[in-house]
């Protein structure tokens, strides 16, 4: 009797040890060796993966040619944008001369410029993130800082910014080892306070101090899919010296900590009231280290983040031109979902001042020129697909009329 009993044929444990038993012709396989053979196979691949050549291609294009590149999606942000161009391109020469064989032992070793930009809500801070991934041929991984909190506490680990950048090259590490990664929402991660409390700052200094060493360059071992969901995971581990990081953050009230370093309200018979003015309408372009440190980034960060970049904030010229001009205008954008149902749809020149207009009082950057758009077209939007119209033209009338009628007629000037 006892020989009838059906085992697994590779460890031997009997049916009744094991939760599932998979027949085969001529024997049989438990669900433990299928576990153990699929590992195998992986590391097997990702071994063979490491020696086969990279899916990216590293090619070169210079700074002039980044910059005229983001032109065609970002309007504005001249500063902004030839320090991005300027980064990339650096991190690319870095990239040459690691791969290249034939650097010598006395040869200057290039390091790495992280960067910070700092910008209103709605100036197009992650739009140059998202326009700078769609040219590089690098890995480029989008990550956001208002998710991680300390080792231990419930929340994504720092690692998995590395995650991110992973899962974007298909997992091949050589790859992922030179690629950028664009921390959205830094300032978010500020210190709450300089006064010692018995609470800790689980998501402020401690997510800092944890990004330290990944920022600088060091070896990271990073969990595949994500830290505390999947603590059986095996860890792969990625060198961070040549990805490059950039951060971003709005630093909401850091133009009252650069007034008081700036002394934008001196008072006297000497003081240039015109020059005073133009400081006041843009404080963000003296912004420094200094002023970072006071809003709450400790300065071990900033010292990893060596370059601080400003993006203007947005007057009527660049909004209207935001509307019009960009591949992926926002007009351009809504005349394509007319265009969609067979709808020509037309909008008057008055109509896009006003739009200006409402989103210079609201302050919305933008971001609110779309919330304005929506508001003033949803209900034909809503309408037209059911009608047999062929042309719709929006004039000045209808969209004062459909303004007034949304709830962001309702919002307060501050």
Do not use: W
Not at 61 to 82: H, M, N, R, S, W
Not at 168 to 179: H, L
Not at 341 to 356: A, P, R, S, T, Y
């Amino acid at each position: 009797m006892a020989k009838n009993i059906l085992h697994c044929s590779f460890c031997g444990r009997s049916r009744d040890e094991v939760k599932i038993l998979i027949a085969g012709q001529e024997g049989h396989i438990c669900e433990n060796c299928v576990e153990h053979a699929r590992e195998i196979i992986e590391q097997e691949l990702m071994v063979r993966d490491e020696k086969t050549p990279s899916a990216f291609k590293l090619t070169i294009k210079k700074p002039v040619e980044i910059k005229k590149f983001l032109e065609e999606y970002v309007i504005g942000q001249d500063e902004a944008k030839k320090v991005l161009a300027v980064a990339v391109y650096n991190h690319y020469k870095r990239l040459q001369q690691k791969t290249s064989e034939s650097v010598s032992s006395n040869e200057v070793e290039i390091e790495k410029s992280n960067i910070v930009m700092v910008g209103e809500t709605g100036t197009g801070k992650t739009l140059l993130a998202k326009s700078i991934a769609r040219m590089l041929n690098v890995p480029f991984a989008i990550v956001d800082a208002t998710v991680f909190t300390e080792a231990g506490y419930v929340g994504e680990d720092v690692e998995s910014i590395l995650t991110r950048l992973l899962q974007v090259c298909n997992y091949d590490v050589n790859s992922a080892e030179r690629g950028i990664v664009y921390i959205d929402e830094i300032d978010k991660i500020a210190r709450k306070g300089d006064n010692p409390s018995i609470t800790r700052d689980v998501s402020g200094e401690g997510v800092q101090q944890g990004m330290l060493k990944l920022l600088e360059g060091t070896d990271v071992l990073v969990p595949p899919q994500g830290g505390r969901k999947h603590p059986e995971q095996k860890l792969i581990k990625i060198n961070t010296q040549n990805i490059l990081f950039i951060c971003g953050g709005a630093f909401d009230g850091i133009d009252k900590i650069i007034a008081r370093r700036v002394q934008t309200n001196t008072i006297g018979f000497n003081v240039d009231k015109d020059q005073q003015d133009s400081m006041k309408k843009n404080l963000l372009r003296y912004v420094n280290a200094q002023d970072l440190k006071s809003f709450g980034l400790i300065p071990e960060l900033l010292g990893r983040l060596p370059v601080v970049t400003h993006l203007d904030p947005l007057d009527a010229s660049t909004l209207r031109a935001i509307l019009t001009q960009p591949k992926n205008a926002l007009l351009k954008q809504y005349k394509r979902l007319f265009e969609l149902e067979g709808i020509q749809l037309n909008i008057e020149d008055e109509v896009l001042d006003f739009m200006v207009e409402k989103a210079m009082e609201y302050k919305l950057g933008a971001r609110g020129l779309r919330s304005i758009c929506e508001g003033i077209l949803t209900d034909a939007m809503f309408e037209l697909p059911s009608s047999k119209e062929t042309h719709f033209t929006l004039d000045l009338d209808y969209a004062k009329r459909k303004f007034d009628k949304s709830k962001l007629s309702l919002l307060k000037v501050a």
